[in-house]
């Protein structure tokens, strides 16, 4: 009666043991999906996919807090692999005349190559970088020109950039009129004067070409026959004369023969009181008129007189 009690019980217990195992089971997650395949763990990490032989590297992925990183340093080996030891990286090709100058003595052994045999044969960095025992024909370089390049009054040295047998005082030195390269302040010659403006109304310093309005002034006339130069305080302008004076007074009026110029830039020979319908624009062979003459040709009209000077400056 006993042994049939005690029987009982355990099968009461391993019953619902063995049931509830059974009832978690299908809620543990064991690494597979649930129709049986494989989960995509996504690529490989590689340690050295990226790096250079040599390079340090870590075995464990950037941020896998289930991978234990040691403390040892790690180096991409040539084989690439990521390994605690000092990798085998194949050498820089040794070049002899690296860095050297044509004309310069050269070995043919790399420094520290005890394998290498060196002939007792002076040799020398060739023009086209070989090293031979034969004497190059090296072109010397140019001599220096402290001041080629630059113009009057700028900086200067010297010594030329990178020559360290030179040694530059701290003197300050300036280009001179006559190329040289010395510590006196230069008196240079300023630039020459030209005439500006749209209406060549303008005597401005050369490569200036003053701002103007493109509109035309009887007086503007006046200066086709002035002088544009400098001037006693240094400035470009028009030299004072009393012929200047007197047609600026009278307004720029026409000539004796009753022409005067009109046009926005100065372009037309017009009978007096007809001022002439322009384009107010600028072309370059407006300037051609700056040192034409005005005036009532043989066919009595007004109009630009023909010179070979003038032809030639409007293209034939």
Do not use: N
């Not at 950037?62 to 990286?89: H, I, M, N, S």
């Not at 701290?170 to 010395?182: E, N, S, T």
């Amino acid at each position: 009666m006993r042994d049939r009690w005690l029987g009982s019980l355990t099968v009461l217990l391993f019953v619902p043991a063995v049931m509830g195992f059974r009832a978690c089971e299908g809620d543990v997650d064991l690494g597979g999906d649930r129709d049986g395949g494989a989960v995509d763990a996504g690529p490989a990490y590689d340690p050295c996919g990226a790096l250079s032989c040599g390079d340090a590297c870590r075995e464990c992925p950037p941020g896998d807090r289930d991978c234990f990183e040691t403390e040892v340093l790690k180096y991409c080996q040539a084989d690439g692999r990521c390994a605690p030891t000092t990798p085998a990286c194949g050498p820089v090709p040794y070049e002899p005349c690296a860095g050297l100058a044509c004309g310069a003595e050269c070995t043919l052994c790399a420094p520290g190559d005890t394998d290498c045999v060196e002939t007792g044969v002076v040799k020398y960095c060739q023009p086209d970088g070989a090293c031979q025992p034969t004497t190059p024909s090296c072109e010397p370089p140019p001599p220096y020109e402290p001041c080629a390049g630059r113009s009057c009054g700028d900086g200067c040295t010297l010594c030329a950039p990178g020559d360290t047998d030179c040694v530059e005082t701290a003197v300050l030195k300036y280009c001179q009129p006559d190329g040289r390269c010395d510590a006196t302040v230069p008196a240079c010659e300023a630039g020459a004067c030209q005439v500006g403006g749209c209406s060549s109304q303008l005597c401005v310093e050369e490569g200036d070409g003053g701002a103007s309005t493109c509109e035309w002034r009887d007086e503007y006339a006046c200066f086709r026959s002035a002088t544009c130069a400098r001037q006693a305080d240094g400035a470009c302008g028009w030299t004072d004369t009393p012929e200047l004076r007197a047609c600026l007074a009278g307004g720029g009026g026409p000539g004796p023969d009753g022409c005067r110029v009109g046009g926005c830039s100065g372009q037309l020979c017009l009978e007096e009181g007809d001022h002439g319908i322009s384009t107010c624009e600028w072309r370059e062979e407006y300037a051609c008129f700056r040192s034409a003459t005005c005036a009532r040709q043989a066919d009595g009209a007004c109009g630009w007189t023909e010179t070979p000077e003038l032809r030639a400056c409007l293209g034939g």
